[in-house]
C-alpha cells in the first residue's frame, strides 16, 4: 500500500517524466507490433478511440491476451511502469487521426515497370494457382497447384491481414495490410501492380461479384473505403455512423455475389449494413437509400452506392453466409450464441446455441444425408459445432484436442481438415469423416509445434497444410491417402488461397 501511495505521488508530481518514460517503454516493447505512431502494425492502433471499450488494460499489458500474439510484460516492467504505459496508450494523439479521400489518393503508388502479360507468362493451370502467405518475412509465394513449383516470390505491406482477394476471372488479386495498405498483383504477369493505403487500422477486404469495387473495412477512421479495382482510384470513402449517431468501427466486410452488395459487420452499433454494387440493383431494393445521403468525406466520388440498414439487438461480428447468401450468421460481442438474420427479411429469425467463442469466419459447409450442414471451431473450447442449415439445428458436437481456428474442406473430399490452434496440442491437425463426424485420424508430424490452416488443390486431390513458424514449411499431403508428398519451405507460412477455390466459392472453402 505505501508503495502505491508513493508511486501515485511520484506520477502526480512529474507527469511528464512519467511521460516520457512511458513513450520510452513503448519505443521499446509496443511499437514493432503496433506502430511507432501507435496506429497500428501487427497488432491494433493503440488510441484511445480503439481502447475505449477496453477494459483492463494495465492487466492485458501484464499478463498478455489470450488466442492472441500479445505477450505479457510483467517480468520486464514494474507495475508504476505498466500505469504509466496504460496511461500512456489511452491519451489523445497530438493530432486527431484522420484518413481523407484525398490522402488516400496521395498514398497510392502505381509501378512504373509493371507491364500486363496477353496470357500467363508461366505454363501451369492459372486457376490452380496458390497464394501462400508468409508472415515471417511479409511475403507471399506464388505455387503452381499441380507441380508445386514457387513462380514467384514478392514482398508484401507490413502485417498482411485477411484473406486476399481475386478479381472473378482469377488474374488479380488484392492483398491488404492491418495498417490498411491494399496491393494489387497481376498473376498472369507475376508483377505488382500497384499499391495505396485505405485506413490507417483496416480489417478485412471484399471485392464486388462484377469484380469492379474493392471495399476495405476500417477501425480507423471507423469507415468504409471503396476502391476502383482497375487502378486503385478511391470511389468512395463514407464514414459509418449508426442509425443514433453512434460512429461504429467496421469490424468485417464481406462480398455478397448474388445479391450484387457488400455486407458490413459495424463493431459498435447494433446494425448490420448492406450496400449496393450495383447502383440499379440498389435502386429498386426496399431499404436502401442512396449514397449521397451519408455523410462522405470531402473529395470523394458521389452517388455510386446505396445503403440499407438492419437493425440487431446487440452488435455481432465475424459472419458466416449460407450458400445462397439470403442468411448469415453472427457472433455476438459476448461469443456465446450465433444469431442467424435473413437479409431479405431485414430481421433477426433464430439464435443457434453456440458458447465459447464460435469464429464463424472460418465456417464451411457440405452435403450430409441430403441435407446441408456447416461447422465452425470455437476460440474458447475444443469444440466443433455441426448445424443443419436448414432447420438451424444443432446436429453435433465434434470434441478436438483444443480450440481450432481453422476449417477446409473440398466437394471431392470426405473428409474436414481442423487444426488445433490453441493449446499444448497446436501441433495436431484432426482430418474428420464428413457423414459420420468421426475424427479418422490426427497428423502431427512437428511435435510442439504449430500446424494449422489446410487449403486444397483446385480438383481436391492435395491438402496444403502449413508450420505455421519462422522456419516452417508447407506440407502437402495427398487429400485420399492423407501420406505426406512434399514439404516447402517458407518462412512462417500462415493463410493459403486456392484461385478455383476462391472464385467459385467452394463449399468447403471459408468466404
Avoid at 497530438?94 to 509493371?114: F, T
Wanted: aromatic fraction near 8%; hydrophobic fraction near 40%.
Amino acid at each position: 500500500m505505501i508503495r502505491r501511495i508513493v508511486s501515485f505521488s511520484f506520477l502526480a508530481a512529474f507527469p511528464l517524466l512519467a511521460q516520457a518514460d512511458a513513450a520510452a517503454d513503448y519505443a521499446a516493447n509496443c511499437a514493432a507490433c503496433h506502430g511507432e505512431d501507435r496506429l497500428g502494425g501487427t497488432g491494433p492502433a493503440l488510441i484511445p478511440e480503439t481502447l475505449a471499450r477496453l477494459r483492463g488494460i494495465e492487466a492485458i499489458i501484464a499478463e498478455g491476451r489470450p488466442a492472441t500474439q500479445m505477450a505479457g510484460f510483467a517480468d520486464q516492467l514494474t507495475g508504476d511502469r505498466i500505469a504509466a504505459l496504460a496511461d500512456y496508450l489511452q491519451a489523445p494523439l497530438a493530432e486527431a487521426p484522420l484518413w481523407s479521400a484525398q490522402q488516400m489518393a496521395g498514398s497510392r503508388r502505381m509501378n512504373p515497370d509493371y507491364r500486363p502479360a496477353p496470357e500467363p507468362v508461366f505454363t501451369g493451370d492459372p486457376m490452380n494457382i496458390t497464394l501462400v502467405v508468409e508472415t515471417g518475412d511479409h511475403h507471399v509465394s506464388v505455387l503452381d497447384g499441380d507441380s508445386f513449383a514457387v513462380l514467384d516470390r514478392f514482398a508484401t505491406p507490413f502485417a498482411v491481414h485477411g484473406g486476399p482477394k481475386f478479381t472473378p476471372d482469377g488474374r488479380f488479386v488484392f492483398i491488404m495490410s492491418r495498417d490498411g495498405w491494399v496491393q494489387k498483383y497481376d498473376i498472369w504477369s507475376l508483377q505488382e501492380v500497384g499499391r495505396i493505403r485505405a485506413g490507417l487500422n483496416s480489417r478485412n477486404i471484399a471485392i464486388s461479384q462484377d469484380g469492379r469495387w474493392l471495399a476495405v473495412a476500417n477501425y480507423l477512421p471507423a469507415s468504409l473505403s471503396v476502391l476502383s479495382t482497375d487502378d486503385l482510384s478511391v470511389a468512395q470513402a463514407v464514414p459509418v455512423t449508426a442509425r443514433d449517431g453512434t460512429e461504429s468501427r467496421v469490424s468485417a466486410v464481406y462480398q455478397a455475389p448474388s445479391r450484387k452488395s457488400f455486407v458490413l459487420a459495424l463493431k459498435d452499433a447494433p446494425e448490420i449494413w448492406e450496400v449496393a454494387t450495383d447502383p440499379a440493383t440498389g435502386a429498386v431494393r426496399d431499404g436502401f437509400v442512396p449514397a449521397t445521403g451519408l455523410k462522405e468525406v470531402p473529395g470523394a466520388a458521389p452517388g455510386l452506392f446505396a445503403r440499407r440498414r438492419i437493425q440487431t439487438e446487440e452488435p455481432l461480428d465475424d459472419f458466416f453466409f449460407t450458400p445462397d447468401y439470403r442468411n448469415l450468421i453472427g457472433t455476438n460481442r459476448q461469443g456465446d450464441k450465433g444469431v442467424v438474420v435473413n437479409l431479405d427479411l431485414g430481421r433477426e429469425i433464430a439464435e443457434l446455441p453456440l458458447p465459447g467463442m464460435p469464429h464463424l469466419g472460418s465456417g464451411i459447409t457440405w452435403d450430409r444425408d441430403g441435407r446441408k450442414v456447416m461447422a465452425t471451431p470455437h476460440l474458447n473450447e475444443g469444440v466443433l459445432s455441426v448445424i443443419d442449415m436448414e432447420d438451424w439445428r444443432l446436429v453435433s458436437q465434434i470434441r478436438t484436442d483444443g480450440p481450432g481456428f481453422f476449417l477446409r474442406s473440398h466437394d471431392n473430399s470426405p473428409y474436414v481438415w481442423a487444426d488445433v490452434f490453441f493449446g499444448p496440442h497446436r501441433d495436431e491437425m484432426h482430418v474428420i469423416d464428413k457423414q459420420t463426424l468421426e475424427i479418422v485420424t490426427t497428423l502431427a508430424p512437428f511435435p510442439g509445434q504449430t500446424f494449422a490452416h489446410a487449403e486444397f488443390t483446385r480438383d481436391g486431390s492435395h491438402v496444403l497444410v502449413s508450420l505455421w513458424e519462422d522456419e516452417g514449411a508447407v506440407v502437402v499431403y495427398d487429400a485420399q491417402t492423407l501420406r505426406e508428398v512434399k514439404r516447402l519451405p517458407m518462412k512462417k507460412p500462415s493463410g493459403k488461397y486456392n484461385v478455383w477455390n476462391k472464385i467459385t466459392f467452394e463449399d468447403g472453402t471459408s468466404h
